[in-house]
């Protein structure tokens, strides 16, 4: 079979295949790849422990998918593409011959630096090519990465650096997002006073700031290359990997205070990294695509870097934000590279529009044929500038739901192949089988429903674990309900068939596509020395698609209220960085608790979203009376 589909006819076939015979449509999947050795069984799994292996007994190195096998062919073929933050600044282009040199070089320095198959590597970098560098000489030489999004907090870099027990950090001297000059270096230094794993840190030059390096820890990445470079560029073999063996860790929150390691492993995850970017992108040698995600997020992973090179494409990689510096620049970038894909977020969208027609006036976006969208639901109004203003009503929208667990894009339109609905996800790619289930777990067939979204059968991008603690991942995504996997999302199915994801049904926000729990959020505000007690939770917010708002008790001897706000925010920037940053804040003397003592957060969830009538049953709360108050005290 072709690993790419082409008609909606041949979809349908497909789909109706890969659900008959999930096996053999996967082994022929998979075969398009470069394998050092094939499976001997292409699946085991249950959904109980859970326990899910693909392509057990298979060998492979995902980098060998990613560069060299299109080096005889196409070594001079543009791979990565970097636009700076500085349109002022030069430009960079790496062919994939330039792109596999210094990924080999690099992986040469770190097993200089005594990192070994297996080990644990932090990548904490901003988005320049040396990023892309960094994860895929990790993966040459068997190392797991974990990056770090640029805009966490040490404190959030030290918890995660100790959980998967990270030997070796690279980062840079700072990196330069939009007017920001973000302290990299600093920020590292402070995580890792907590760290005791930590070993080396290899430290880029970006942004020629002042940093403090540590004797015998902290090396320069360039001083690392020329020792490389002395010793006559050795070739840098791949760690020849199994299937199962771990490819990454990513952190992600969920409706707990302590994100969790997601992990993936490498034949599973290539092959549906690939697939997916294949066919839901329809990517044709020669486009120019571009991705507007952090590397720092799962979006990054599959479709900046691993989904797109394995299939020889050119990946657009840029450094900065969206508005910088005027709310041009990404039309900017499309004219000067004639970028045929886009890939951008629904609050980019919205930023955007909300600028007006003004920015794109004399833009040349013609050369766009074909668009996406990921990280939360995109609203039609959106969806039709998105439609209108940048696709000129003649680029299909791909509108991809899929979450950091899932590896890669699950339910979303093939690009100009099957239909597209405005809001809507629509179908299932062949090889996901989604279902709706009700609260008792009893699935819901048939159309024009809703209910919680999972998935009942394995795919090869699906996660194994959660890094150290595997009845969390059980707990988390396999016991709700039972044989099947729990997305945390609710979910519509028109009347077509077609998906509308709604949003999450656990406590988890989405603010401007980034996945944060209010759990989370409320141990940052109860760190701050006033705060007594505190509840978050989301509302609608115009670009971000959710805000959030805590509500807040505090202790008696607070009197410069104004000055509290102030730091609470700096200790929610502190804990865990500036993106959970509440909204609002609004303090109260009480919250509505049950009396079991449950917070019902439906309540606050209403109030919050300014509605003030119709807040339902109320009689099961401690204290009724409290509910006036937060009511009269609505921001
Ligand atoms: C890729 C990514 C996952 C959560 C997921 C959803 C939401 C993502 C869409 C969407 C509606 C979409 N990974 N989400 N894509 N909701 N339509 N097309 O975002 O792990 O960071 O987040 O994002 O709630 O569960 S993620």
New binding site residues.
Partial sequence: MNLKITSFSEYKEVYDYSVREPENFWAEIADSFRWRKKWDKVLEWNFKEPSIKWFQGAKLNITENCLDRHLEKHGDRPAIIWEPNDPDEAHRVLSYKQLHDKVCQFGNVLRNNGVKKGDRVCIYLPMVPELAIAVLACARIGAIHSVVFGGFSAQSIADRINDAECSLVITADGGFRGAKDIPLKDIIDDALVQCRSVQKVIVLTRSRSPVSMIKGRDVWWEDEIKKVETQGNPPCPVEIMDAEDLLFILY?SGSTGKPKGVVHTCGGYMVYAGYTFANVFQYHPGEVYFCTADIG???GHSYIVYGPLSQGATTVMFEGVPTYPSPSRYWDIVEKYKVNILYTAPTAIRSLMSFGTGPLEGKDLSSITKLG?????INEEAWHWFDEKIGNKQAPIA??????ETGGIMISPIAGVTTTKPGY?TLPLPGVQPVLVDENGKEIEGNGVSGNLCIKFPWPGMLRTTYGDHERCRQTYFSTYENMYF???GCLRDEDGYYK?T??VDDVL?VS?H?IGTAEVENAINMHTDVVESAVVGYPHEIKGQGVYAYVILGESVHDKELTRKNILQTVTRIIGAIAKPDKIQFVSGLPKTRSGKIMRRILRKIAEGETSNLGDTSTLLDPGVVDEIKAGAL
Avoid at 373 to 377: D, I, K, M, R
């Fill in positions: 992600t997020w799962i979006t969208s990921v990280g939360e639901p509108d991809t739901w899929w979450q950091t996800a997305t945390g999302d994801i949003g999450r989405n596509g996945r």
